[in-house]
């Protein structure tokens, strides 16, 4: 019997054992480590909130749209957890100016936690404040002739801030009218902002070149194009088109535009994989920023995936870009090398950190994740 016994408990050991052998060869080493490192960030972030005017300002929406990426490509629970949470704490709402694209960013996680069928979902306020920001009338929507504030979305961030919440609206109202309103906004941003010649956004209309006295340039003559800047355009381009129906009937432009981003990006790439935060004038700070770059490589890996932009010539970019980003978070899971809240390039440091930062290595890591 003790024999018997003996033979027994040897065969369950080595069952455990080929068990365990066989989940070890099923499970992506890196693709787990790129996983803790987005847990690691998520803990640092819930752990020391920080926002510029109120926790459903603009930085926290741009930070919890890492978040729920984050939890479309893992499943994990605690990126669910911390967006029901915030948004339980928001009681739904938006912040106050509805007028401004900023305001309205922070719904986009509202409707995600909506589509996995999240009990208790208010979405009212989220009606609420997209109806008034498209059809009340308002002084921005007029254009003041002697400002920046010519049009509703005057600077390039806000086609990161509005136009994927329209879009995924649309999706979930099985409504193209909204679709339709976001276009008319979106072509006047892009009229207003777009560089034809450099394929990126100046910020706003004061970096606008005239061809006169009044042009700003960097220190060696180009153009200012701010690299956040430009991250919130392809950022928000690749949550657009994630979102957007692919018969819709200007689809084709967001593409081409998507993808003359792409193409302009990858040649001003710097060499450790990391782009500055003046695009065209590199030596101006001459390190690299992780909101820029963690906002770039969401989009492009993005583009991967989704067999928009070559695998063959944009892979090596992102694999590049992506550890460069590992390499500015610290051991406990902050994210460094931030630039601060601004509206040009300005410098970071391995202690410079926002929200907005954390949310942009998140976006970035949800899509690495699914590159493999």
Not at 199 to 228: M, Q
């Amino acid at each position: 019997m003790k024999f018997a016994h003996a033979r027994t408990v040897s065969a369950l050991l080595m069952l455990i054992f080929v068990c365990l052998e066989s989940c070890q060869t099923t499970v992506d080493p890196q693709k787990w480590d790129n996983k803790r490192a987005m847990v690691m960030a998520l803990k640092w972030q819930e752990e020391h909130p920080i926002f510029a005017k109120a926790p459903t300002d603009w930085t926290n929406g741009a930070y919890y749209t890492g978040v729920y990426k984050a939890h479309q490509s893992t499943n994990d629970d605690l990126f669910l957890d911390a967006l029901t949470q915030m948004a339980t704490r928001n009681e739904w709402k938006p912040w106050e100016r509805y007028y401004h694209a900023d305001d309205l960013t922070i719904c986009t996680s509202y409707l995600y936690l909506k589509s996995l069928g999240i009990e208790g979902v208010d979405l009212q306020p989220t009606d609420t404040i997209i109806h008034l920001h498209l059809y009340e009338p308002h002084a921005w929507k007029e254009g003041h002739t002697d400002r920046n504030q010519q049009i509703l979305w005057w600077w390039c961030d806000a086609l990161f801030m509005a136009p994927p919440l329209l879009t995924a609206y649309a999706k979930m109202k099985n409504d193209p009218a909204y679709l339709d309103m976001m276009h008319k906004y979106y072509m006047e941003t892009y009229d207003l902002l777009y560089d034809e010649e450099e394929n990126l956004f100046a910020r706003d209309l004061h970096y606008v070149w005239k061809g006169d006295s009044t042009d700003v340039k960097e220190a060696n003559g180009k153009k200012v194009f701010w690299s956040r800047g430009n991250g919130w355009v392809i950022g928000g381009l690749a949550l657009v088109l994630d979102q957007m129906p692919a018969d819709y009937q200007y689809r084709l432009f967001y593409e081409d535009l998507f993808k003359s981003m792409a193409d302009r990006l990858i040649e001003i790439q710097h060499e450790d994989g990391l782009w500055r935060t003046s695009l065209l004038s590199p030596e101006s700070f001459d390190h690299g920023e992780v909101s820029g770059s963690g906002f770039y490589t969401f989009a492009l890996t993005w583009g991967i995936n989704n067999g928009m932009l070559d695998r063959e010539i944009y892979e090596p970019a992102v694999r590049k870009a992506w550890s460069a980003l590992r390499g500015c978070q610290k051991a406990d899971g902050m994210i460094g090398w931030v630039q601060n809240i601004g509206a040009s390039p300005e410098p970071a440091n391995h202690d410079s950190w926002q929200n907005y930062g954390t949310g942009a290595f998140l976006l970035a890591g949800s899509e690495i994740l699914k590159l493999n």
